[in-house]
């Protein structure tokens, strides 16, 4: 519990200007960081051709980048690590599809394992676009997805984050797991 209060500590005193705290910080918070690109690249399959250390290194230093954010503690870093980590996969999956329409490249025959990391991939940008709608209809729905979903966050800490009960998200997450799937499935 220590640790959770020294992080949002560290975090506030970053927002607030010191940049001493940065290198406190980042040992604090790597672990978490490595747990959720983890769990975001066992969803995507073992033929995703962006590594799992490529996708931390990446969503460091957007969170770096970060100049007008205010960190509240570290649920809010955790949450707004999920939705980088959601645009980098995003980004990743499109140029992937790019390739797979020629973008000028030589047409060669794929195998399997490629064919099913752009069914991964398609995948992705369906959800992608189903969540951009429901964030339109439903942006605290859209929230617990996205810090469910890609961040890999517990019940607990999407509820901390966003300041809701946990039986809260525990709802909210079911009916928008059952929104987004029919959005999917029903566009196919």
């Known amino acids: 519990m ?6 949002s500590e560290l975090l506030v005193a970053w927002s607030d ?3 001493n705290v940065f290198e406190d910080v980042l040992p604090l918070v790597t672990y978490q960081l490595r747990q959720m690109a983890h769990a975001q690249m066992r969803r995507e399959g073992e033929n995703h ?8 290194n990446e969503a460091y230093l957007k969170l770096i980048e970060q100049k007008n954010v205010r960190w509240e503690n570290r649920s809010h870093f955790f949450a707004i690590a999920a939705k980088v980590m959601r645009r980098i996969l995003l ?3 499109k140029a992937r599809l790019r390739g797979k329409r020629g973008a000028g490249v030589a047409h060669v025959e794929f195998t399997e394992a490629e064919d099913i990391s752009i069914e991964k991939s398609m995948q992705l940008v369906a959800l992608d676009e189903a969540l951009e709608q429901f964030a339109k ?3 605290i729905k859209s929230r617990i997805v996205e810090m469910r979903h890609f961040g890999g966050m517990t019940v607990e800490e ?3 984050a ?7 998200v525990t709802r909210y997450w079911s009916l928008a797991k059952a929104w987004l799937y029919r959005e999917i ?4």
Do not use: M
Not at 2 to 7: A, F, L, T, V, W
Not at 162 to 168: F, M
Not at 185 to 188: G, N
């Open 91 to 93: 980004d990743h999956a």
């Open 137 to 139: 209809i439903d942006p």
């Open 17 to 19: 200007g010191d940049i």
């Open 49 to 56: 051709t962006l590594q799992t250390t490529a996708l931390i």
């Open 162 to 168: 966003l300041g809701v009960a946990p039986i809260t």
């Open 185 to 188: 499935t029903s566009e196919r």
């Open 2 to 7: 220590e640790s959770r209060n020294e992080i």
């Open 158 to 160: 999407t509820a901390e």
